[in-house]
């Protein structure tokens, strides 16, 4: 090993960490041949293993695996519902937490409940997640020349002259010749 570009190192002189894997692709072939491969993904998942630690577990290439749930309905559906699984642990885990903490742990508590809690809410949204709630009316500054635009181009995409009248405020950055408050019909 004199330091020429093109030399030769033994296998056994490489460090471990620089050594092709072998094996991986081997393993996922053999995983996605599987029928059982599925059900044991989702029963772990649901259990509480990370995608990336079962990947680790089983020597699997990660990205392969999450490639191969998403274009698979029937195992991304599975996926999905072993989420929700865990999701519905993580919030039980959350009470737990909550009940058992001591003015010492408190800290700790707060911060694994609302890890639990987060964690719940992306992966069962309507269960766990944050609801966005607009109480009142919305009001949408809009140019009256593209309510009627908009309106005659929906009508021939749809096919359908549906007849809807909005109402149209002067928008702050239009054009003083526009007309504000003017009643615009979409035809």
């Not at 509480?48 to 079962?54: S, V």
């Not at 909550?98 to 269960?127: C, F, M, N, S, Y």
């Not at 966005?132 to 359908?160: H, N």
Request: overall charge negative; glycine content about 10%.
């Amino acid at each position: 090993m004199d330091g020429l570009p093109n030399a030769v190192v033994p296998r056994a002189t490489l460090p471990q960490s620089t050594l092709p894997r072998v094996g991986k692709m081997e393993e996922y072939e053999a995983f996605v041949g599987d029928e059982r491969s599925a059900e044991e993904l989702v029963q772990r998942v649901a259990e509480g293993e990370t995608l990336k630690e079962f990947c680790r577990s089983r020597n699997l290439p990660y990205g392969r695996v999450a490639q191969w749930i998403c274009e698979n309905e029937g195992v991304l559906g599975k996926y999905e519902a072993a989420l929700r699984l865990w999701a519905d642990a993580l919030a039980q885990e959350a009470v737990q937490l909550a009940r058992e903490a001591t003015p010492q742990t408190v800290g700790v508590a707060k911060l694994r409940i609302g890890t639990h809690l987060k964690l719940a809410g992306k992966w069962d949204r309507e269960r766990y997640g944050e609801r966005l709630r607009v109480d009142g009316a919305v009001r949408v500054p809009v140019d009256a020349g593209l309510v009627g635009l908009a309106g005659e181009m929906l009508a021939r995409i749809t096919g359908r002259a549906e007849h809807r009248v909005l109402e149209a405020e002067h928008a702050p950055h239009a054009e003083p010749d526009d007309v504000s408050g003017a009643r615009h019909e979409l035809i």
